[in-house]
């Protein structure tokens, strides 16, 4: 019994038949089996029909009943193989239709578990405790973002005090130093010598008295003007 008579047949495992049908799989695996078959008598078909031509020419008219016969042979073969085309056609479609419901069922079953184990997952949980927990993290964000903001700004010490008396104090302190530094100054001494009677050539050192004493006269001069504003201004 060929494969064909098999499947059409009944030709399928005692374990399916038992079943009352086969499975996808087994379909599957039957069908493919069929394309196989097919393809190879397709095969077989195409090399007849070179052969019966290549007879045919090799005849031509100087045989033509036999040139005929061959060219006959050649038409039955080409409609055979156009039959087998059209049956590859017919299971292929229905071997891809087979494999996209067997694809259904498998992604539907596989659904089906993952609904059963969220269900299972969501037994022991309970919509108010859960708003209740999400309230507290929200609480508790708030709570720490203000403890943030609290230790983010700047530390307000000493605001408590005046500021103008502060800079009145500092400017006491740099005028008190300002005095400590003027009496620190050494002023001149007036010289002991006497002026020369003639005039002449200077001796160096005369010179330069001559030069730095009216400077220096200035400077004691704006000195006791500078402590005379300073004693008014400190009564």
């Given at each position: 019994?060929?494969?064909?008579?098999?499947?059409?047949?009944?030709?399928?495992?005692?374990?399916?038949?038992?079943?009352?049908?086969?499975?996808?799989?087994?379909?599957?695996?039957?069908?493919?089996?069929?394309?196989?078959?097919?393809?190879?008598?397709?095969?077989?078909?195409?090399?007849?029909?070179?052969?019966?031509?290549?007879?045919?020419?090799?005849?031509?008219?100087?045989?033509?009943?036999?040139?005929?016969?061959?060219?006959?042979?050649?038409?039955?073969?080409?409609?055979?193989?156009?039959?087998?085309?059209?049956?590859?056609?017919?299971?292929?479609?229905?071997?891809?239709?087979?494999?996209?419901?067997?694809?259904?069922?498998?992604?539907?079953?596989?659904?089906?578990?993952a609904a059963q184990a969220m269900?299972?997952?969501?037994?022991?949980?309970?919509?108010?405790?859960?708003?209740?927990?999400?309230?507290?993290?929200?609480?508790?964000?708030?709570?720490?973002?203000?403890?943030?903001?609290?230790?983010?700004?700047?530390?307000?010490?000493?605001?408590?005090?005046?500021?103008?008396?502060?800079?009145?104090?500092?400017?006491?302190?740099?005028?008190?130093?300002?005095?400590?530094?003027?009496?620190?100054?050494?002023?001149?001494?007036?010289?002991?010598?006497?002026?020369?009677?003639?005039?002449?050539?200077?001796?160096?050192?005369?010179?330069?008295?001559?030069?730095?004493?009216?400077?220096?006269?200035?400077?004691?001069?704006?000195?006791?003007?500078?402590?005379?504003?300073?004693?008014?201004?400190?009564?």
């Amino acid at each position: 019994m060929s494969k064909i008579s098999k499947f059409f047949k009944g030709g399928g495992s005692a374990a399916s038949r038992g079943r009352g049908g086969p499975s996808p799989q087994e379909a599957l695996a039957r069908l493919r089996e069929t394309e196989e078959m097919l393809s190879k008598k397709q095969e077989y078909l195409e090399t007849r029909i070179e052969r019966e031509l290549a007879v045919a020419r090799q005849h031509g008219t100087k045989n033509k009943r036999a040139a005929l016969q061959a060219l006959k042979r050649k038409k039955r073969y080409e409609k055979q193989l156009s039959q087998i085309d059209g049956t590859l056609s017919t299971i292929e479609f229905q071997r891809e239709a087979l494999e996209n419901s067997h694809t259904n069922t498998e992604v539907l079953k596989n659904m089906g578990y993952a609904a059963q184990a969220m269900k299972k997952v969501h037994e022991n949980m309970d919509l108010n405790k859960i708003d209740d927990l999400m309230q507290d993290i929200t609480e508790q964000q708030d709570v720490a973002q203000e403890i943030s903001d609290a230790i983010s700004n700047r530390a307000a010490f000493g605001d408590e005090f005046d500021e103008d008396e502060l800079m009145a104090e500092l400017e006491e302190l740099e005028q008190e130093e300002l005095n400590k530094g003027m009496r620190d100054v050494r002023l001149p001494s007036v010289p002991s010598t006497s002026l020369p009677s003639r005039p002449g050539k200077l001796p160096a050192c005369h010179f330069t008295f001559l030069v730095t004493k009216p400077s220096s006269t200035r400077k004691r001069a704006e000195d006791e003007d500078e402590m005379k504003k300073l004693a008014a201004w400190a009564s």
